[in-house]
């Protein structure tokens, strides 16, 4: 079989010997380009997409978690994932995490956080539907749902991490000697005599007071940056009739250093166009509607799954995606990126910046033929009617 170069240079030669282009021949060797498939086929195992609504559930009187990390998601090296529910009052109980940053979004209800930087300086802060918080690596906090309840999702930028090894204060108090107890805080060790034995993980207590807190018990509000972003009250990064994207960075939400947090609404008909993310993996879950994604490997491979509501999907760092609305509701999905820089290149953007001789050669058509292309980043698309 002749090689596309072996054609290329027949016909140069040909071309050469005959003083003038053969368009016939030129034409017939546009033919010959074997048509691509447009299907690409679904895989017997889906390799970027995970069903949390299948991982065990850490079930407690106060709330409950389940929790997607390299174990269950084996693709999912930068980001683990863990959806939780706490009841009203209930607590997730002071803590920290040794390997991983938090980055949490409100899906429902409302829950009120407390931390504490290296620095001393502290922040408790209220979160209802929509906002976002970051907790850097190492930092101590806690989760307590006010009178509604509340569920979220919360993303760590690690996919070795998981929930359910964390620090947790009861965990330490109950594992240390009790001399060095009394002599670390001053106090006597019986104030701890009632505490749960090895780690409470979540805890019952009365929902928490109204903001503000008196300064000297709680209240100091001193972190240099804060750790709430209410993303869904900001200007749409993107938005037309096809869909939206709240997007929240390191630009807008300082102290997420780490990662970058979307909120993506494709409607009915539209996909959020072909691209891949230079600089990140993507960890997604589907909210509500239903979506269908294709990942591209390189070497020929490409896989596509379909998600619902709880679904997670994950795309590792260059490879390229879509996400299209397979269903006749808005398709909601929560994206997280394991970089604080947001970045990506989508397909129209490319094609819109490339010169239409360089399109036609590699596409085998004409310049004329991409005369109506994209002028820019389409982002969020559907077809043209
Ligand atoms: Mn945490
Ligand atoms: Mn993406």
């Known amino acids: 079989m002749l090689s596309r170069r072996d054609i290329l240079k027949a016909s140069a030669l040909g071309a050469l010997a005959g003083g003038l282009i053969n368009t016939a021949e030129a034409d017939e060797y546009r033919n010959i380009v074997p048509p691509t498939s447009f299907e690409p086929e679904k895989g017997a195992k889906d390799l970027y997409k995970y069903q949390i609504s299948k991982s065990h559930k850490r079930s407690l009187p106060y709330g409950w978690a389940r929790e997607a990390t390299v174990t269950q998601f084996p693709i999912s090296e930068g980001v683990a994932g863990v959806d939780m529910t706490l009841e009203p009052g209930g607590l997730r109980e002071l803590h920290w995490h040794a390997i991983a940053a938090e980055w949490a979004f409100m899906l429902e209800g409302r829950a009120r956080i407390t931390i504490i930087d290296p620095e001393g300086t502290s922040e408790v802060a209220d979160f209802g539907p929509g906002d976002v918080w970051y907790f850097p690596k190492g930092y101590g906090h806690s989760i307590q749902a006010l009178e509604e309840g509340a569920h979220f999702i919360l993303t760590f930028d690690n996919g070795h991490f998981s929930e359910f090894g964390t ?141 619902g509501p709880t679904d997670i999907g994950y795309v590792p760092q260059g490879f390229g995606h879509y996400i299209e609305n397979t269903g006749d509701e808005d398709l909601k999905v929560l994206v997280v990126l394991d970089n604080g820089i947001y970045q990506d290149i989508s397909l129209s953007d490319w094609i819109a910046k490339t010169p239409n001789y360089l399109l036609a050669d590699n596409f085998s058509n004409q310049a004329e033929d991409w005369k109506d292309k994209p002028k820019d980043k389409l982002v969020i698309s559907r077809k043209k009617k």
Do not use: C
């Open 167 to 307: 620090f947790s204060i009861t965990d330490w108090i109950t594992h240390m000697p009790k001399e060095v107890l009394e002599k670390s805080i001053n106090m006597p060790a019986s104030i701890f005599s009632k505490t749960k034995q090895g780690e409470a993980y979540i805890v019952g207590g009365k929902t928490p007071p109204a903001l503000p807190l008196p300064k000297n018990d709680g209240g100091r509000d001193d972190s240099p940056l804060t750790h709430r972003y209410q993303l869904m009250k900001q200007k749409p990064f993107f938005e037309s009739d096809a869909g939206s994207v709240h997007l929240v960075s390191s630009k807008e939400f300082p102290i997420s250093k780490t990662i970058t947090g979307a909120i993506e609404i494709v409607k009915p008909g539209a996909v959020r166009e072909l691209h891949w993310h230079p600089n990140a993996n993507e960890w997604q879950y589907y909210i509500s509607g239903t979506g269908r994604m294709t990942v591209f490997s390189s070497h020929g491979h490409a896989q596509t799954s379909d998600f």
